[in-house]
């Protein structure tokens, strides 16, 4: 621990918690930020990447937020991954039109919490997917 608080080794960050969960450095691909997480994680992180693409076909996909950002005019939809769960990030609209059947989860206002020692629900992140894209493109008329 440094005099400011724990500074990592790799990168040189510092941080106010010792071992503080970070990803060391500026990850420039989708691919780089899965590859990045631990064994254990990536491959939820990439069904969720492959329920996105399939319920948004024509989103772009980049990083934003240092994060994996799907983007069709606009940011459509991001996720990442934490110590014990992995976040969506489809909007406050988002969360607010599906309370109902986030009623199992932690979210709020733009920020859904999947626990990763339960399974992910997939066919939920697609259903907001494909809501976000028909919110997206009534903005476009």
Same mark, same amino acid.
């Given at each position: 621990?440094?005099?400011?608080?724990?500074?990592?080794?790799?990168?040189?960050?510092?941080?106010?918690?010792?071992?503080?969960?970070?990803?060391?450095?500026? #990850?420039?691909?989708?691919? !780089?930020?899965?590859?990045?997480? $631990?064994?254990?994680?990536? $491959?939820? #992180?990439?069904?969720?990447?492959?329920?996105?693409?399939?319920?948004?076909?024509?989103?772009?996909?980049?990083?934003?937020? %240092?994060? $994996?950002? *799907?983007? %069709?005019?606009?940011?459509?939809?991001? &996720?990442?991954? *934490?110590?014990?769960?992995?976040? #969506? &990030?489809?909007?406050?609209? !988002?969360? !607010? !039109? &599906?309370?109902?059947?986030?009623?199992?989860?932690?979210?709020?206002?733009?920020?859904?919490? &999947?626990?990763?020692?339960?399974?992910?629900? #997939?066919?939920?992140?697609? %259903?907001?997917?494909?809501?976000?894209?028909?919110?997206?493109?009534?903005?476009?008329?």
């Amino acid at each position: 621990m440094t005099k400011e608080g724990w500074q990592c080794p790799q990168c040189g960050r510092v941080f106010a918690r010792k071992n503080q969960n970070h990803t060391c450095g500026t #990850l420039a691909t989708v691919d !780089a930020y899965i590859e990045a997480q $631990p064994p254990e994680v990536r $491959p939820v #992180l990439q069904s969720i990447r492959e329920t996105i693409r399939e319920a948004a076909p024509d989103a772009i996909e980049k990083m934003s937020w %240092q994060m $994996p950002t *799907f983007w %069709q005019g606009e940011n459509l939809i991001h &996720f990442a991954a *934490f110590k014990k769960h992995v976040s #969506l &990030f489809p909007g406050g609209d !988002a969360t !607010a !039109a &599906f309370a109902e059947q986030l009623k199992d989860y932690t979210f709020s206002k733009g920020t859904i919490r &999947f626990p990763l020692d339960k399974p992910v629900d #997939l066919a939920l992140i697609a %259903q907001i997917t494909r809501w976000r894209v028909v919110q997206v493109e009534g903005t476009k008329e």
